[in-house]
């Protein structure tokens, strides 16, 4: 059975003119079991601040994204392909400096293909976000959209999987042979 794995979107919520609150509302509503917080605008200290209200006021597991500094607020963290390339251009080592800043917190990683999946495979990370599903408006930057290919690139990963972009509440995607964290999803609301 697929957990939710919802994405809050600092700006995005921003521009809706919802809150946390009004946000996590809706993640318990929905049984949600991970968050992830993205925030590409604010000040650090809105950051620790959102961070800290997201953490205490939910019971399941909240990571922040790209901000590996920002992990001793929350649960652990999730990055990109090109985060990662920052810490170490050899992921190998890249993984291991994440590891010794966050210990055995959570650690995602992004993939979009066949090659990023197998190398993810080699690497110390608790799960692997796998997309674009489909066209998202929140990512400018996304490589390829998907769709129905998820299914079987996800069965190539040795780790839990959560799909990831333009994931929608209502989307069926049977994941019964695989093993998955769950589905990324903005929470339009």
Not at 59 to 74: A, P, R, T, Y
Not at 169 to 175: A, K, Q, R, W
Request: net charge negative; charged share 30%; proline share 1%.
């Amino acid at each position: 059975m697929s957990k939710l794995y919802a994405l809050f979107d600092y700006e995005l919520n921003l521009s809706k003119d919802k809150s946390i609150e009004e946000f996590l509302t809706v993640c318990k509503k929905l049984d949600a079991k991970i968050i992830q917080y993205r925030d590409k605008v604010s000040d650090i200290d809105t950051k620790i601040e959102n961070l800290i209200k997201l953490k205490s006021s939910f019971d399941g597991k909240v990571l922040v994204n790209d901000d590996i500094e920002l992990s001793i607020f929350c649960d652990g963290v999730h990055l990109g392909q090109e985060d990662l390339a920052l810490v170490d251009i050899d992921f190998k080592n890249a993984v291991e400096k994440v590891r010794s800043q966050i210990g055995q917190k959570t650690f995602g990683l992004s993939t979009h293909n066949k090659e990023e999946i197998e190398l993810a495979n080699t690497l110390d990370i608790d799960y692997i976000g796998l997309g674009a599903y489909r066209d998202t408006s929140t990512k400018k930057d996304i490589q390829s959209v998907l769709g129905d290919d998820i299914k079987k690139l996800a069965k190539l990963s040795s780790h839990p999987v959560a799909v990831i972009g333009g994931v929608k509440v209502d989307d069926e995607i049977d994941f019964a042979e695989y093993k998955v964290v769950g589905s990324d999803l903005y929470l339009y609301y």
